[in-house]
Protein backbone atom coordinates (compact mmCIF):
# COMPACT_ATOMS: atom_id res chain seq x y z
CA UNK A 1 0.00 0.00 0.00
CA UNK A 2 0.91 3.73 -0.81
CA UNK A 3 2.27 6.02 1.70
CA UNK A 4 -0.27 8.72 2.48
CA UNK A 5 0.35 12.19 3.28
CA UNK A 6 -0.62 15.96 3.28
CA UNK A 7 0.98 19.08 2.94
CA UNK A 8 1.78 21.81 5.41
CA UNK A 9 1.28 25.45 4.36
CA UNK A 10 0.84 28.67 4.51
CA UNK A 11 -1.40 30.64 2.48
CA UNK A 12 -3.64 33.12 2.49
CA UNK A 13 -6.79 34.03 0.55
CA UNK A 14 -6.27 37.16 -0.49
CA UNK A 15 -10.08 37.95 -1.90
CA UNK A 16 -10.86 37.39 1.99
CA UNK A 17 -8.19 40.06 3.25
CA UNK A 18 -9.47 42.71 0.44
CA UNK A 19 -12.78 42.30 2.06
CA UNK A 20 -11.57 42.50 5.53
CA UNK A 21 -10.15 45.53 4.04
CA UNK A 22 -13.02 46.74 2.33
CA UNK A 23 -15.47 46.37 5.46
CA UNK A 24 -12.79 48.10 7.33
CA UNK A 25 -12.73 51.23 5.51
CA UNK A 26 -16.75 50.71 5.30
CA UNK A 27 -16.61 50.89 9.59
CA UNK A 28 -14.59 54.08 9.63
CA UNK A 29 -16.08 55.82 7.02
CA UNK A 30 -19.63 55.75 9.14
CA UNK A 31 -18.52 55.33 13.01
CA UNK A 32 -19.00 59.00 15.11
CA UNK A 33 -15.23 58.49 16.73
CA UNK A 34 -13.51 58.13 13.39
CA UNK A 35 -15.05 61.63 12.23
CA UNK A 36 -12.81 64.36 11.16
CA UNK A 37 -9.27 62.24 11.73
CA UNK A 38 -8.13 61.22 8.47
CA UNK A 39 -8.70 57.80 9.21
CA UNK A 40 -8.05 55.32 6.08
CA UNK A 41 -6.99 52.20 4.97
CA UNK A 42 -5.09 50.78 1.94
CA UNK A 43 -3.61 47.88 0.74
CA UNK A 44 -1.03 47.79 -1.70
CA UNK A 45 1.18 44.38 -2.91
CA UNK A 46 1.28 42.51 0.33
CA UNK A 47 1.03 45.68 2.37
CA UNK A 48 -1.91 47.15 4.51
CA UNK A 49 -1.30 50.67 5.28
CA UNK A 50 -3.44 52.60 7.91
CA UNK A 51 -3.33 56.29 8.85
CA UNK A 52 -5.07 58.89 11.12
CA UNK A 53 -4.59 62.05 12.84
CA UNK A 54 -3.74 60.50 15.96
CA UNK A 55 -1.54 57.18 17.38
CA UNK A 56 -4.53 56.11 19.54
CA UNK A 57 -7.07 56.53 16.50
CA UNK A 58 -4.64 54.62 14.17
CA UNK A 59 -4.55 51.38 16.77
CA UNK A 60 -8.38 51.63 16.75
CA UNK A 61 -7.98 51.24 12.45
CA UNK A 62 -5.60 48.14 13.20
CA UNK A 63 -8.16 46.96 16.33
CA UNK A 64 -10.59 46.71 13.82
CA UNK A 65 -9.52 45.11 10.58
CA UNK A 66 -8.26 42.24 13.38
CA UNK A 67 -11.41 42.37 14.11
CA UNK A 68 -12.59 41.74 10.43
CA UNK A 69 -10.07 39.58 9.92
CA UNK A 70 -11.23 37.00 12.87
CA UNK A 71 -15.27 37.32 11.73
CA UNK A 72 -13.42 36.19 7.88
CA UNK A 73 -11.87 33.34 9.45
CA UNK A 74 -8.17 34.60 8.49
CA UNK A 75 -5.50 33.96 11.17
CA UNK A 76 -3.95 36.97 13.01
CA UNK A 77 -0.42 35.06 12.95
CA UNK A 78 -0.71 36.13 9.14
CA UNK A 79 -0.24 39.72 9.90
CA UNK A 80 2.93 41.00 10.60
CA UNK A 81 2.25 44.42 12.09
CA UNK A 82 4.89 46.79 13.04
CA UNK A 83 4.41 49.87 15.49
CA UNK A 84 3.18 53.48 14.79
CA UNK A 85 5.11 55.78 12.94
CA UNK A 86 4.88 59.74 13.05
CA UNK A 87 4.84 60.40 9.33
CA UNK A 88 3.97 64.59 8.91
CA UNK A 89 1.13 65.20 10.84
CA UNK A 90 -0.51 61.23 10.72
CA UNK A 91 0.04 58.43 12.50
CA UNK A 92 0.78 55.51 9.83
CA UNK A 93 1.01 51.35 10.98
CA UNK A 94 2.18 49.39 8.20
CA UNK A 95 1.22 45.53 8.27
CA UNK A 96 2.64 42.66 6.18
CA UNK A 97 0.54 39.93 5.14
CA UNK A 98 3.06 36.76 5.84
CA UNK A 99 2.53 34.03 3.19
CA UNK A 100 4.50 30.67 2.83
CA UNK A 101 6.55 28.62 5.57
CA UNK A 102 10.35 29.96 5.54
CA UNK A 103 12.97 27.43 5.29
CA UNK A 104 13.71 27.96 8.84
CA UNK A 105 9.88 27.38 9.92
CA UNK A 106 9.86 24.18 8.14
CA UNK A 107 12.88 23.02 9.78
CA UNK A 108 11.15 23.82 12.87
CA UNK A 109 7.96 21.58 11.74
CA UNK A 110 9.94 18.67 10.65
CA UNK A 111 12.21 18.52 13.75
CA UNK A 112 9.13 18.57 16.23
CA UNK A 113 7.29 16.00 13.75
CA UNK A 114 10.72 13.77 14.26
CA UNK A 115 11.06 14.30 17.98
CA UNK A 116 7.69 14.34 19.32
CA UNK A 117 5.51 12.79 16.49
CA UNK A 118 4.63 8.95 15.75
CA UNK A 119 7.41 7.03 14.69
CA UNK A 120 7.47 6.02 10.82
CA UNK A 121 6.47 9.94 9.79
CA UNK A 122 8.93 11.49 7.50
CA UNK A 123 8.55 15.15 6.56
CA UNK A 124 10.27 16.74 3.77
CA UNK A 125 10.46 20.62 2.78
CA UNK A 126 9.46 21.22 -0.43
CA UNK A 127 10.06 25.02 -1.56
CA UNK A 128 7.45 27.25 1.24
CA UNK A 129 5.72 24.28 2.35
CA UNK A 130 6.20 20.37 4.05
CA UNK A 131 4.98 17.21 2.64
CA UNK A 132 4.39 14.38 5.66
CA UNK A 133 4.24 11.01 4.84
CA UNK A 134 3.09 7.84 6.41
CA UNK A 135 1.63 4.50 6.07
CA UNK A 136 -1.00 4.93 8.53
CA UNK A 137 -3.05 7.45 8.52
CA UNK A 138 -3.86 7.84 11.94
CA UNK A 139 -0.43 8.67 11.92
CA UNK A 140 -0.76 11.86 9.98
CA UNK A 141 -4.20 12.57 12.17
CA UNK A 142 -1.94 12.55 15.41
CA UNK A 143 0.85 14.89 13.29
CA UNK A 144 -2.05 17.30 12.69
CA UNK A 145 -3.11 17.28 16.38
CA UNK A 146 0.62 17.75 17.44
CA UNK A 147 1.14 20.80 15.28
CA UNK A 148 -2.60 22.44 16.51
CA UNK A 149 -1.40 22.03 20.16
CA UNK A 150 1.94 24.03 19.21
CA UNK A 151 2.02 27.61 19.63
CA UNK A 152 3.71 28.32 16.28
CA UNK A 153 4.21 31.97 15.40
CA UNK A 154 2.95 31.75 11.60
CA UNK A 155 -0.31 30.03 10.52
CA UNK A 156 -0.70 26.92 9.04
CA UNK A 157 -2.82 25.21 6.84
CA UNK A 158 -3.14 21.19 5.82
CA UNK A 159 -3.68 20.56 2.01
CA UNK A 160 -3.91 17.57 -0.39
CA UNK A 161 -4.66 14.72 2.12
CA UNK A 162 -4.60 11.53 0.22
Not at 23 to 32: D, K, L, M, P, W
Not at 93 to 110: L, M, R, T
Not at 112 to 124: S, T
Request: aromatic share 6%.
Amino acid sequence: MADSSFDIVSKVEWQEVDNAINQTSREIATRFDFKNVGAEISRSGETIEMKASGEERVKAILDVLQSKFIKRGLSLKALDTKDPQLSGKEYKIFADVKEGISQDDAKKIAKIIRDEGPKGVKAQVQGDELRVSSKSRDDLQAVQALLKGKDLDFAVQYVNYR
